[in-house]
Structure formats: C-alpha cells, structure tokens
C-alpha cells in the first residue's frame, strides 16, 4: 500500500511529467523524488516509469493508477476544506427546538444574524411543545431548545437565559393604554384571551389573578402568542401575555402594559446534559445573547418601548 507521500510525488510527476518540475512544486530535491517512486515501485511490485534518454515515460500500470490517484486526492481536498469550514465556524447543522414563542420572536433575528457570516451551515428549528423540546434535546435530535420556565427532564440542562414582563396586550387606543401598569381588577370587565392553561404563560395567568383574588374570565383560548395578537389586533379582547409575544408581532398598534405588582417571566435554555457542546451551538448562543442584549439596550432608550425587557444573566460559555 502506497503512502499519501508516494501517492504525491507520483501524481505530480504524472501531471508535470519530469521530475525536475515535480521536485519543484513539490520543494524538495530531485533525488528525493526519485527515492520515493523507487521506494513506491517496490511496495506495488511493478514499474511506474521507464527511463528513456533521460525521459520518464508511464507505464500501462501507472496510466491506469493515475485517475483513481487524481480521485483520492480530491476526496482528501474536500475533507481538509470541510475540516477547515468546520473549525471556522462556516459549515455544520445545528438543530433548533422551541416552542413557538421561541420560534416566532426572538430566535428568527438571532438565526438570520448567524446565518449572515456562516452561509453553510443548515439550521433546523422546530417548534414544538415545551416537554417535546427537552425530549428533543434529551435524544440529541436538538442541539439547543428554547422553553419557558421550568421545566424537570432527565437528560437535559436548563439554565436561565431571558426574563419578560408579565402583562396585558391591548390596542393603543384603549383607555388602560393610558397606564404605565395594570392589575388583574382592571381587566375585570375585559374580554380576556388567553393561552391554554396548561401551557407555562396559561399557568401565569390562572396565578396571578388567583394571588390577585380576582376571578379570570377567559373568554378565548388559544396556543401561540402570535395568535393571541393577532385576536387583539381585530378586535376580539385584550390578552395575558409575556413582552415576548410583542417580539414576534412588532407593530405600533398593540402596546403591552405589565402587571403591578411586576410578574417576570424566564426563558429558559435548554441543552443536553451529557454532551459536549459542539462549537456551532456555543457560537449560536453567543449570537443570541447579542440580539438580546441589543434588543435591551434598544428598548432602555427608545422612549415609546412599551415593553419592560430585562436580562438577568448572559449565558455564559462554561454553562
């Protein structure tokens, strides 16, 4: 079997025909290229080359070698590219799953700002329920998952990522719009929508008109945030959301106005707990933290924000 050094000097010497010119492109000296095709011819037990007046000229052998020699180097060039995309960060998969506030708001900005220096990588993100994410994660079919508060499964780790208000989203024109916060009896008299009560912002809502000791009339019930302002923007009530939701509806018709006493809610990242973490998921979270933390900064001097968007912690890299 010949080595990827003899495989070398016999197809440059095939392409250039002479061993001074192989010698040359090679950098090493003439004599030295002679060794090696003695040494090859020896290992395969067969001429590669007659010498003739101080010409080379192929055998039958090594004509029919040299195409699959040619072959085997482009399969070795490949590899050491992707082998070079992957430590730069520009080529790889990297499996996404969120439930669908996740997916809707602040992941789509984050995945485009990451997408815009590594254009191959392929990103996967699917949205999908809460416990779906951290099985998702757990079975290594997700590289990273998105979720909101806790959440106990074997095999994951979750750590503490983004806090949001807790609130009500109305249209502008409605007169609580007026109120920098609200509390569970001003909504009262309101049509209310809110998401299903098995779902972590559901449960959020049943509590905190519970510790309000005020009765919580749903009058819709839905199962994405996007939905729920889609439902105030026509009309249909008010809803009991997360500053997240407002994200993922950017408009200037909706504001969100937070409960009083403040009501956070924590969007949590959720990663497997045995494995290490791959370099492409470390620098996703790095980009994430970025769009984050420029979303905060943004809101903290945009006089109209209508939202309260706090960061806790910044994932950090040992997590």
Not at 131 to 150: C, E, P, R
Not at 232 to 250: E, F, I, N
Request: aromatic share 6%; charged share 20%.
């Amino acid at each position: 079997m010949l080595s990827i050094r003899e495989l070398e000097v016999f197809r440059r010497v095939m392409e250039l025909g002479t061993i001074t010119a192989a010698a040359e492109v090679l950098r090493i000296s003439q004599p030295a290229v002679s060794r090696t095709l003695q040494q090859a011819e020896r290992r395969l037990g067969f001429p590669l080359f007659l010498r003739r007046r101080k010409r080379l000229l192929a055998t039958p052998e090594a004509q029919s070698l040299f195409p699959e020699t040619v072959s085997a180097f482009a399969a070795f060039d490949v590899v050491q590219k992707r082998a070079a995309d992957l430590q730069a960060g520009r080529a790889g998969g990297l499996n996404i799953a969120a439930i669908s506030a996740f997916a809707n708001a602040l992941l789509p900005a984050a995945v485009a700002k990451f997408c815009q220096s590594r254009p191959g990588v392929v990103i996967s993100l699917q949205s999908m329920s809460a416990l779906q994410v951290a099985t998702y994660v757990a079975n290594h079919q997700a590289d990273l998952g998105f979720v909101i508060d806790s959440i106990a499964a074997p095999g994951v780790s979750v750590s503490d990522l983004w806090a949001t208000d807790f609130g009500c989203v109305m249209p502008r024109t409605h007169p609580l719009a007026a109120k920098p916060h609200v509390v569970p009896a001003d909504l009262d008299h309101e049509t209310l929508v809110c998401l299903n009560r098995q779902l972590p912002l559901g449960i959020q809502a049943v509590r905190a008109f519970a510790d309000a000791d005020v009765p919580l009339k749903i009058a819709i019930e839905v199962s994405q945030s996007t939905v729920a302002c889609a439902l105030v923007r026509a009309g249909a009530g008010l809803a009991l959301l997360d500053g997240l939701a407002m994200m993922g509806t950017p408009a200037t018709d909706l504001v969100m106005r937070p409960f009083y006493p403040s009501i956070k809610v924590m969007g949590r990242l959720v990663r497997p707990r045995h494995l290490l973490q791959s370099r492409l998921a470390q620098e996703f979270i790095d980009t994430l933290n970025d769009v984050i933390a420029t979303h905060d900064r943004c809101s903290r001097h945009d006089d109209s924000a209508d939202t309260a968007i706090t960061t806790p912690q910044a994932v950090s890299k040992k997590n």
